[in-house]
T-cell receptor, first 117, second 115 residues
Framework: AQTVTQSQPEMSVQEAETVTLSCTYDTSENNYYLFWYKQPPSRQMILVIRQEAYKQQNATENRFSVNFQKAAKSFSLKISDSQLGDTAMYFCAFMKYGTGTASKLTFGTGTRLQVTL | SAVISQKPSRDICQRGTSLTIQCQVDSQVTMMFWYRQQPGQSLTLIATANQGSEATYESGFVIDKFPISRPNLTFSTLTVSNMSPEDSSIYLC????????????FGPGTRLTVL
């Protein structure tokens, strides 16, 4: 079974600054995906970024980038130029390669990020 | 990404009653899932909704309590049966496949309060 750990329950960052959210995971799988999801107060789960385990290059989506360290089983999210709209709960998630129930997501406990003026 | 809608968006129900939540996608998808998010908690998978066959339930969730239907590739329902206050949660459906081959996208969720 997979486990995902987010050790930072809450974080705060000032607008325009950079913040890094941590995530570690445990798995015996070699092929998998990792994701960061954002859940603002509206409760809509929004996919922020995806990383394939076989890719060494870190994924980037505009102001969001990841630091993927496969050997260390670490998958952190960096948010640059933080904006007030980034205020949300952030969940790290793991998914095995495969079809059917193997595609289920395993979530961490989340990090609540507050962006302040 | 797929456009996913859920009905109802929220409801307040009495103990002992049942509620059916609908999930509609704007395109055909391979996989549909139902998750529960208890207050202040992370998401936990309830079951995988299989088209044309019985859903696959995770440990701790049973069909009698959470019957699921998936009559086609764009629609699924989750029923929360014989509700108790402990069932108060956000229920979310997610989809994967079709245009979203290796990503899961979520519906807006249904906030359920059981009195």
């Amino acid at each position: 079974a997979q486990t995902v750990t987010q050790s930072q329950p809450e974080m705060s960052v000032q607008e325009a600054e950079t913040v890094t959210l941590s995530c570690t995971y445990d798995t015996s799988e070699n092929n998998y995906y990792l994701f960061w999801y954002k859940q603002p107060p509206s409760r809509q789960m929004i996919l922020v970024i995806r990383q394939e385990a076989y890719k060494q290059q870190n994924a980037t989506e505009n102001r969001f980038s990841v630091n993927f360290q496969k050997a260390a089983k670490s998958f952190s999210l960096k948010i640059s130029d933080s904006q007030l709209g980034d205020t949300a709960m952030y969940f790290c998630a793991f998914m095995k390669y495969g079809t059917g129930t193997a595609s289920k997501l395993t979530f961490g406990t989340g990090t609540r990020l507050q962006v302040t003026l | 990404s797929a456009v996913i809608s859920q009905k109802p968006s929220r409801d307040i129900c009495q103990r002992g009653t049942s509620l059916t939540i609908q999930c509609q996608v704007d395109s055909q998808v391979t996989m549909m899932f139902w998750y529960r998010q208890q207050p202040g908690q992370s998401l936990t998978l309830i079951a995988t909704a299989n088209q044309g066959s019985e859903a696959t339930y995770e440990s701790g969730f049973v069909i009698d309590k959470f019957p699921i239907s998936r009559p086609n590739l764009t629609f699924s329902t989750l029923t929360v049966s014989n509700m108790s206050p402990e069932d108060s949660s956000i229920y979310l459906c997610s989809v994967q496949g079709g245009r979203t081959y290796n990503e899961q996208f979520f519906g807006p969720g249904t906030r359920l309060t059981v009195l």
